[in-house]
């Protein structure tokens, strides 16, 4: 091993932790500590290798979760839903490699190859897109459950992602989901369980460890308080020290998979409470980290998230906008309006429910930073969706340097492929 391989390797994935997320968070951030917040560092920010990093799938301009985690953690590009099945533009083709054909070997298996020990963490279902990479391949991510077997997916040979968690090689699993779990599959596990974070804490170290902390996802962040699920940051410095027992070391994949699912829901706050979770992980892991340790953060694929409007500096992040006064050079008392004569807010979104209408009502401060309020958007969907412009990529430790410029993203998959094999 030399000094440029990692024994460990730590990546921290924010689901959907687009630039506009990460500027907005570092604000959110900074503001809730007291200052202004624009000149606020978050904890990957002082990383010294920085990348933009292309989300395409291949059959997709914008991408989803599953074909974007198969480029990170496995090292080639897929086609959009897609979890470790090379792409085809025929679906029977991916069925028939998904279930039992020429799949190529995840990054547990790498990791496994290598002797190491395989941490899986994430605050959506473990069986979701991004933690499902880590251990599986299915030609759908929706095969979550062995309920989900019907259809073009009740093929001999096709197994559940949460079968095929209970039968992979990973050491520790720690997430939401029980309910894609049958009561057999669970009993099944060849180690110790937990449902909350006491049982955790009090899990024999000798064995496997799945911990199930809620029925679907985990709670957000902003409302974890009233629950016994662990913190991100929690479940990180729990799965490093457990697997650092391990003497050839380990590979930890952590993602704060609740960013994503605020930004569908266009409620900017939990969002950003979710990053500055996932800030309060990776500042605990880089202080528990020792220099053997490679640690990346990035994101999957961005979100339609903006902001705008010329605010003051200093502006609270989720309020209303206020523009510089040229007289003074401060905020301006009044609040900054559109030209139906309506205030707005600094924080939007470009498509989802909530559309900004002539007549829509009008914004108060209490009404736009309240923990449940939507931000208003352009185009009316159901949904807010992805975006598909660059995400960052962070690094920091021992084969840091390989990550730099504009990098398509499924060359993370193969530089990390490449650190296992040194």
């Known amino acids: 091993m030399s000094d440029s391989t990692p024994k460990n390797i730590i990546v921290f994935i924010g689901d959907g932790m687009g630039i506009s997320t990460i500027t907005a968070g570092r ?3 900074g503001q809730e500590m007291g200052k202004k917040g624009e000149e606020h560092e978050l ?3 002082t990383f010294e290798q920085l990348a933009l990093i292309k989300t395409y799938n291949t059959n997709a301009q914008v991408p989803d979760s599953a074909g974007t985690a ?6 080639y590009k897929t086609n959009i839903g897609a979890v470790n099945v090379r792409p085809d533009a025929n679906l029977e083709n991916m069925l028939a490699e998904g279930c039992g054909g020429d799949t190529s070997p995840t990054l547990t298996d790498k990791a496994k190859a290598d002797g190491k020990a395989v941490g899986v963490i994430s605050t959506a279902r473990l069986t979701h897109a991004t933690p499902a990479v880590m ?5 759908s991510r929706d095969i979550e459950a062995d309920k989900d077997l019907e259809g073009p997916f009740a093929m001999e040979g096709c197994k559940s992602i949460s079968q095929q968690l209970i039968e992979s090689e990973v050491d520790l699993a720690l997430g939401g989901g029980r309910k ?3 009561d057999a599959q669970v009993a099944a596990w060849p180690g110790a369980t937990a449902s909350t974070k006491a ?4 899990a024999d170290t000798s064995q496997p460890l799945l911990g199930l902390f809620n029925a679907s996802h985990m709670s957000f962040e902003a409302d974890r308080a009233g629950t016994e699920e662990p913190s991100i940051a929690e479940m990180t410095t729990f799965a490093m020290d457990r697997l650092a027992s391990n003497g050839d070391g380990y590979v930890l994949m952590v993602e704060a998979g609740r960013i994503d699912h605020a930004h569908h829901g266009t409620n900017a706050f939990r969002a950003l409470k979710d990053l500055q979770a996932m800030d309060a992980a990776v500042s605990a892991a880089v202080a528990k980290a020792d220099d053997d340790t490679l640690i990346l953060v990035t994101a999957d694929h961005s979100h339609v998230f903006t902001m705008a409007g010329y605010p003051a500096r200093g502006n609270p992040i989720l309020g209303l906008s206020r523009p510089v006064d040229p007289e003074t050079g401060i905020a301006h008392l009044e609040y900054a309006l559109d030209d139906d004569g309506k205030t707005y807010t600094t924080l939007g979104y470009q498509n989802g429910p909530n559309v900004r209408e002539a007549d829509s ?6 009404m736009v930073q309240a923990p449940d309020y939507r931000q208003q958007t352009a185009v009316r969907l159901r949904s807010e969706t992805h975006a598909g412009e660059d995400v960052a990529l962070f690094a920091t430790g021992p084969g840091a340097e390989r990550f730099n410029g504009v990098m398509e993203q499924d060359e993370i998959g193969r530089i990390l492929a490449d650190l296992l094999a040194e």
């Open 70 to 75: 198969t480029a990170i953690l496995s090292g």
């Open 361 to 366: 009502e009008t914004l108060t401060d209490n």
């Open 135 to 139: 251990y599986s391949h299915s030609a």
């Open 180 to 182: 894609e779990f049958t």
């Open 199 to 202: 049982d955790m804490m009090a």
């Open 27 to 29: 604000i959110f951030v």
């Open 43 to 45: 904890s990957w920010d």
